[in-house]
């Protein structure tokens, strides 16, 4: 039979003795280990906003939360697609390190004076210390990251002729998809800037590219838009109706709407008349029915046809005055019929023709007057008229009579007389049509003698009375 050895009681008591004591340098040991944790580093089981630094010295958990910070991606979504990404730190954003380490110290300080046997998990949301470079940030976010897509500009509201419509249309605002760097930088400012305060350690971030980022059109359509259309359209189909009928006495001219058509101007948003084709046009017509200034041409009743050269009765058209009233009347868009506007009148005409049968003749050859109304003869008569001389003669041309006066005083201090007359018909340049009672006779030669006046035409005075009453101011007499 076997011997079977046991332990002693002495040998027992010794392993248990070097147990216990091993256990107590292990657990020695471990508060040693944890001391020391706990004072050198961040501490055990701790992270800053979801990022693990347990272990880890203030230097080096600072390092680890700058590059972790610096290596977050931005995406950049459009239409469901990433079109590229960029980093935190390509983007110019950084922390401050200094005050980063700072934050670290103070947390590792406070953690430092509460030792913990076990370990928990702690996560501390700290404010981390962001700083931004604009000028990275701004070259990061240039228009020209996002040039590999095909883009569009927006277009603006606008008015537009339609040639097929024949009318001004509206054109709305069409949204295109130039980035706009600014609302872009916005945009991702306001992204980041809440990243930073909810999460600034947290994984990728996607910012979606779409109108909130596009260039918008600087002009939509308003009511102001609709108001200058319907203006415009109304304007345009005004000119395309509208025409003006002159009238010269019995005789028309008429500026039809397919002339005035080809003088409408359409530019852009805007619709005008041809200014230069009104002018020419306006010029062309003066030329035609201006009547004083001109040589004119008399049919005498003797039956002969001649030239007056001192012209100074008749039509003369006011041109810039035409042109202003001309413009308005097509503006209006209705038919208009009036005459020209004159700078000045005669007493009337037909046409080209200003005396239209009424009218004062005076032959000085012949010494010889006669008085024409409506085309009818209402007198004739001889008569005296200026001596022949330079500062006597009486002038040839045409005028109208200035006005009428009855009685009245010629007087002369150059020849020295005072004398009243009944009938006092001026003309031009202080001769005049008058009753001469002191004559003994008219027409003949007499004239050539001392008994031509100075320059007025002398009268029988009944004559004088007859024509007196017969005509007005501004009544033609042509003197050849």
């Not at 872009?184 to 971030?205: I, T, W």
Request: net charge negative; aromatic share 8%; proline share 3%.
């Amino acid at each position: 039979m076997k011997k079977i050895s046991t332990v002693s009681r002495k040998t027992q008591k010794r392993i248990l003795i070097l147990c216990l004591a091993a256990v107590v340098l292990l657990g020695a040991g471990m508060l040693i280990y944890i001391k020391v944790v706990d004072t050198n580093t961040m501490g055990r089981g701790i992270s800053i906003c979801g990022l693990n630094v347990s272990r880890l010295t203030p230097e080096k958990a600072a390092q680890k939360i700058a590059d972790t910070f610096q290596d977050r991606t931005v995406r950049f979504i459009e239409d469901g697609k990433e079109v590229t990404r960029v980093t935190f730190g390509q983007l110019g954003y950084t922390l401050d390190s200094n005050a980063l380490l700072g934050q670290l110290e103070d947390l590792k300080a406070e953690r430092s004076q509460h030792t913990r046997l076990l370990s928990v998990k702690e996560d501390y949301p700290l404010e981390l210390p962001v700083q931004r470079n604009e000028e990275a940030e701004k070259a990061a976010l240039s228009a020209d990251r996002f040039a590999d897509k095909e883009r569009t500009s927006s277009t603006d509201a606008s008015i537009q002729y339609d040639k097929e419509q024949k009318k001004f249309t509206l054109i709305k605002a069409v949204q295109g998809n130039q980035i706009d760097e600014e609302k872009l930088l916005s945009k991702v400012r306001s992204a980041l800037d809440k990243e930073f305060k909810d999460s600034p350690l947290g994984g990728e971030v996607a910012v979606t590219l779409d109108e909130s980022v596009y260039q918008s059109p600087s002009s939509s359509v308003t009511d102001q838009m609709k108001h200058r259309l319907t203006s415009l359209n109304t304007l345009l189909k005004n000119y395309r109706n509208a025409s003006v009928t002159y009238t010269f006495g019995s005789e028309e001219k008429v500026l039809d709407p397919a002339t005035v058509r080809s003088w409408i101007k359409i530019e852009e948003a805007g619709v005008s008349i041809d200014e230069e084709a009104v002018r020419n046009y306006v010029s062309q017509l003066a030329a035609e029915y201006n009547t004083i200034y001109v040589p004119r041409s008399f049919h005498t009743t003797y039956g002969s046809d001649i030239t007056i050269d001192g012209n100074e009765y008749g039509f003369q058209i006011d041109q810039e005055g035409e042109v202003s009233q001309l413009l308005a009347d097509l503006k209006s868009g209705t038919p208009v019929r009036r005459e020209p506007v004159y700078s000045i009148r005669g007493m009337q005409r037909n046409g080209k023709d200003d005396l239209a049968g009424s009218y004062i003749e005076v032959s000085l050859n012949d010494q010889h007057l006669w008085l024409y109304k409506d085309g009818a003869l209402v007198t004739e008569t001889d008569i005296i008229s200026g001596r022949p001389g330079e500062e006597t003669e009486t002038y040839r041309g045409a005028w109208p009579i200035a006005y009428k006066a009855s009685p009245f005083t010629l007087s002369s201090d150059m020849y020295g007389y005072e004398i009243e007359v009944q009938y006092w018909m001026p003309f031009v340049y202080g001769q005049g049509l008058h009753d001469a009672s002191w004559q003994s006779s008219f027409g003949g030669n007499s004239y050539r003698t001392g008994a031509g006046s100075h320059g007025c035409i002398n009268l029988p005075t009944d004559q004088a009375a007859l024509i007196y009453n017969t005509i007005d101011g501004g009544y033609p007499i042509i003197i050849y």
